[in-house]
Structure formats: C-alpha cells, structure tokens
C-alpha cells in the first residue's frame, strides 16, 4: 500500500506544519469548522449505535469513519495541529514563529468549536422533535456522559484534574498516531488502514479529546444534562486541550523529529565491543 519510511513521512509532517501557519484565516476557519463538525457527526454515529447495540465496541470500531473522512479531505482538527505546527518551529522553517504557531491553534479552535456546535443544536433538534418533546434515549446518555465527565472528575478533587488531564494527553498521543498514520502511506485505502487503528483505541479507552468534547458537552446542556457551563470548561475543555497539547508534542511530534529528522550521531565501528 505504497508505505512511506519514517524518514521519509516526518519530513512531510514538518512541511504540513509550516503550510498550516501560513494558511489564510478563512481557509483555516472553513478547514477548522467542517473538521469539527464531521467529527462531532462521527460521535454521535458512535453514540447513537452504542445505545441501540448496547456494545461499546461497535461504536468505538465504527467512530473513526469521521476522523479518516475529515482527514482525506484536507480538514483541520486542534489536536492535529497541535503536533504539526510545533514541528515546523522546531525545525526553524522560515517565518514560523510561536506568534503564528498560536495563531494558527486559535483559528482553528474557533472553527472547530463553531462546527461541533453546529451539529450539537441539529443532533438535538432530532432528539426532541425540534425541542417538542424530551430528549430520546440517545439524548439522554449525551446528558449524562455530559456530567459523568465534568461533575465526575470534580467529585475527586485535585486527583480527579489529574485524571482529566492523563486522559487529554493520553488521546492525542492517539490521535496524533492517526494523523501521522495519514502521511505513512499514498494510497487511500493505506492511509484508512493506519488511521483507524489508533482512533478506535482512543475512543473505546474513553479518553479526553477536546473536539468531541465540543460536540458532547454543550450538546448535554442543550438537552437539559445537569452541569454548567463552567463546570465544562474548568473540570472538562481547558484540562483536556492542555493534555491534548502535551499529549501530540511529547509522544508524538517530539519523539519522531528527534529519532527521524535530528537523529543522534551514530556510533562509529570501535564503539562496538568485540564479541
């Protein structure tokens, strides 16, 4: 399936990174934006089967149809540029600076977050019949999903943040895997292949990820969940997007620019003991 060495795809990572810091604003927004809301589309795919199939499984193995449709046409997720963007500032590409590097991780924030937001007033406007009655079954495990994962972590403190946080960097270093697994390979079904796998793994572990975070939790509070709005973005949405930062930078963008772009110097032949 036409596999691309590490040495060969990491260079293509660094160059994405450096031509997302240049992209205009309203390429960045409508990238950022269609992301966000194939892939709040995707959870509630995966949502809507876990309910009616009562096998997590099911949902987790047919979630990343969202992730590898947004990724094959072109599309931008926060967790995605949290690695690549950092790896054209390491490599000291021409104009990129951590201005731009913020710059870019904001923009597609905000589309990401409009986009999911989308999606969560349409999938509630089908829960309820255009809000005319109360949420169906696939709502009302949104809701409660909604407060498992806010008021859940704030009922243990300071080790409940901990846990939050892990599962945020935990997720991007899968979901980062999944984006880098689209640069492994040129033909479509190869790309598929190597960016389902860590995508699954993310979403069946119940990991943190901030973009479908952006679907699930302001659809919770559209359909009646019991948290607030600060709830969601101090025990759920700014934890998580840290870890998610930490996550793609260290385990992902980090650890494969240094051992396939700025290697180590290789041991020379005396340096190998004699057997």
Not at 31 to 56: C, D, E, H, K
Not at 218 to 237: A, K, M, V
Not at 241 to 268: D, Q
């Amino acid at each position: 399936m036409a596999y691309l060495q590490p040495t060969e795809f990491v260079t293509k990572l660094v160059d994405a990174g450096a031509s997302k810091v240049f992209m205009s604003t309203r390429d960045t927004l409508i990238r950022a934006y269609m992301a966000g809301a194939i892939l709040a589309l995707a959870a509630a795919f995966s949502i809507s089967i876990n309910v009616n199939t009562g096998q997590p499984l099911a949902g987790a193995v047919l979630f990343p149809v969202g992730f590898v449709l947004l990724y094959l046409l072109g599309f931008d997720l926060l967790t995605g540029v949290f690695t690549l963007v950092p790896l054209a500032l390491m490599d000291k590409r021409p104009g990129v600076t951590v201005g731009g590097m913020l710059r870019n991780w904001g923009l597609v924030f905000t589309g990401n977050f409009a986009g999911a937001l989308t999606v969560a007033f349409f999938m509630a406007i089908v829960f309820t019949y255009g809000f005319d009655v109360p949420p169906n079954k696939i709502g009302e495990k949104i809701g409660m999903i909604g407060e498992g994962r806010t008021l859940g972590y704030a009922a243990h403190g300071a080790s409940g943040m901990l846990t939050l946080f892990i599962r945020g960097v935990m997720c991007n270093w899968m979901v980062s895997t999944g984006v880098v697994a689209a640069f492994m390979s040129t033909s479509v079904s190869g790309k598929a292949i190597a960016m389902w796998l860590p995508i699954m793994l993310f979403f069946y572990m119940g990991f943190e990820h901030s973009v479908v975070n952006m679907f699930l939790f302001p659809s919770g509070l559209i359909l009646g969940g019991g948290f607030t709005i600060s709830d969601y973005l101090i025990w759920n949405e700014i934890p998580t997007v840290l870890g998610n930062i930490v996550g793609g930078v260290t385990f992902v963008g980090l650890t494969l620019y240094s051992t396939h772009v700025r290697t180590g110097a290789k041991r020379g032949a005396a340096a190998v003991p004699a057997e």
